[in-house]
């Protein structure tokens, strides 16, 4: 089991900053923007980006927090008791421009069930998405607005992004496997 640092802290720092700006730019600006992160790194990262919204517009956006456990499917190949984080979504979604912030997209399963939770909250005006990590290896038709970095991969090989939070540090390492995931 081979382990390298891909993002060290500031590069992380900055990536998040130029998703920060990216946002803005491309939205012309924050009016009718929520960021919600997806349990349970996709929250600090997102916390990351609508602070430095905050001090780039000098307004804080609503934010949210989501829990997509019950809306995977995969949840019977799951722990037999899943472990459930909680949703905080304290807005209405309703002709909201919502921001959906992770740490790494793969295979797009866990954007499709956060895409249906917020649905399920109602109907925003549109559903962006915001990843750190993009490792490629799609089996659904999602892709990410707002890339930290691109980083091909091979199926033997996981991703990690460690938080402070977490982790007690920030960066993100590939962890090579002996065989494919």
Do not use: W
Not at 34 to 50: D, E, H, M, P, Y
Request: include cysteine; hydrophobic fraction near 40%; aromatic fraction near 4%.
């Amino acid at each position: 089991m081979v382990i390298k640092e891909i993002m060290d802290s500031q590069q992380m720092e900055r990536a998040l900053m130029r998703i920060s700006h990216e946002i803005i730019e491309k939205n012309k600006g924050i009016d009718n923007l929520c960021i919600v992160g997806i349990q349970r790194r996709g929250v600090t990262l997102a916390k990351s980006i609508n602070n430095n919204i905050e001090k780039i517009e000098g307004k804080n956006l609503p934010f949210g927090i989501l829990d997509i456990t019950f809306y995977r499917d995969d949840l019977s190949f799951l722990h037999e008791h899943p472990t459930v984080n909680s949703t905080k979504i304290d807005f209405e979604v309703n002709d909201k421009k919502i921001i959906l912030v992770d740490d790494v997209l793969f295979t797009g399963r866990t954007v499709r069930a956060a895409i249906e939770a917020i649905m399920d909250m109602g109907r925003p005006k549109m559903i962006q998405l915001a990843v750190l990590i993009d490792r490629g290896h799609r089996e659904l038709p999602i892709r990410a607005d707002f890339i930290g970095k691109n980083v091909p991969t091979s199926r033997n090989e996981i991703v990690h992004v460690l938080v402070d939070e977490f982790d007690k540090r920030n960066c993100v390492i590939i962890e090579q496997l002996d065989k494919e995931i």
